[in-house]
């Protein structure tokens, strides 16, 4: 399940998605706590209404810079056919506004392409104990201008001491000043043990054109403290 839903083909089972996710875990996860950064790695298996599937490891960091100031890293790797990979990395610095807004400077890059420096605001809240909501708004400046808004929306209540739900809705829309680009919403329900996750996903590619394109499977989620 790429990040803008293209079809890349490839027969991953369980076992290597596993294998997959507890490898980069263990490489991040001994260094990442002593400097003081959390993240998480996230691998997700799907396939498409052509039984084309599809491999995305999705990494996620993040930690303090300096009073006020934030850095946020992800990289999207997806393992396609043929051992095809397509990949799309994003670097944020953050400047603490209060009240929950933050100012963005982000830069997004994928092989192939110009680096894409962004700038924006974002935005934090956390709803009760369980329910949390994130926004993000970017724009770019090159000849062909976008603007581009991210959501997130976290539903995590405790099932039991120890065990939380996990239900999470992300949709994404890229929209330059006079063309639709390209949209994705990425969902995901399972359930978190001691920051362990897993369960069913679905990302639907192209629902504001109206042309989706979906791809459904499952994903392993772990977090790193």
């Known amino acids: 399940m790429p990040y803008v839903g293209k079809a890349l083909i490839r027969e991953v089972g369980i076992k290597e998605i596993g294998t997959t996710a507890i490898g980069v875990y263990m490489t991040l996860v ?19 209404a052509e039984s084309n599937t599809s491999t995305t490891i999705d990494v996620k960091l993040g930690g303090g810079i300096a009073e006020r100031v934030n850095f946020f890293f992800r990289n999207m790797t997806t393992i396609g056919h043929d051992n095809m990979v397509d990949s799309f990395t994003l670097m944020d610095l953050v400047y603490v506004l209060g009240h929950g807004f933050d100012a963005v ?9 110009e680096i894409d420096p962004r ?7 956390d709803i009760g104990k369980d329910m949390a909501v994130y926004a993000l708004i970017t724009r770019n ?16 209540p405790l099932i ?10 992300e949709p994404l829309l890229n929209m330059g000043d006079k063309q639709y680009n390209f949209d994705l919403q990425k969902i995901r329900l399972g359930v978190e043990y001691k920051g362990v996750g897993f369960g069913a996903a679905a990302d639907i590619a192209g629902a504001w054109n109206g042309e989706p394109n979906y791809a459904v499977g499952g994903f392993i989620l772990l977090r790193i403290k």
Do not use: C, H
């Open 105 to 113: 400077a982000e830069t997004q890059y994928a092989p192939g392409e």
């Open 30 to 48: 001994n260094p990442i706590p002593a400097l003081g950064v959390g993240g998480s790695v996230e691998v997700i298996s799907g396939v498409d």
């Open 119 to 125: 700038l924006g605001m974002q935005y934090f809240k």
């Open 160 to 169: 039991n001491k120890k065990t939380r739900l996990l239900a999470q809705w």
């Open 141 to 156: 400046f090159s000849e062909n201008p976008n603007t581009e808004a991210i959501l997130l929306l976290k539903y995590s």
